[in-house]
């Protein structure tokens, strides 16, 4: 996995949450092997006891990338930003 473009996560219950995530892969594999490997890491993610449930997609070409900013200010203010790849 190259990058993070996109997170959400909701609330589901007593300290779990149902994660969304778009992603970038190095390569250029097949269809059916991006699929396998979506999978996989879904079930890795689904290991912690938090995750209710993993859902991955893949990125569009050229999204930038999530990384984490400063912790916020307020309830309001996002604490991830995009970036430039």
Do not use: C, W
Request: avoid cysteine; aromatic fraction near 4%; glycine fraction near 4%.
């Amino acid at each position: 996995m190259e990058k993070v473009t996109y997170l959400h996560l909701e609330y589901v219950g007593r300290e779990r949450v149902f994660l969304v995530a778009a992603v970038s892969l190095t390569g250029n594999d097949r269809e059916s092997d991006v699929a396998e490997e979506l999978y996989a890491v879904e079930q890795e993610i689904e290991r912690d006891e938090h995750i209710a449930e993993a859902v991955l997609t893949l990125s569009r070409p050229g999204s930038v990338a999530l990384v984490p900013s400063r912790p916020p200010t307020s309830p309001r203010e996002s604490t991830t930003r995009a970036t430039d790849p």
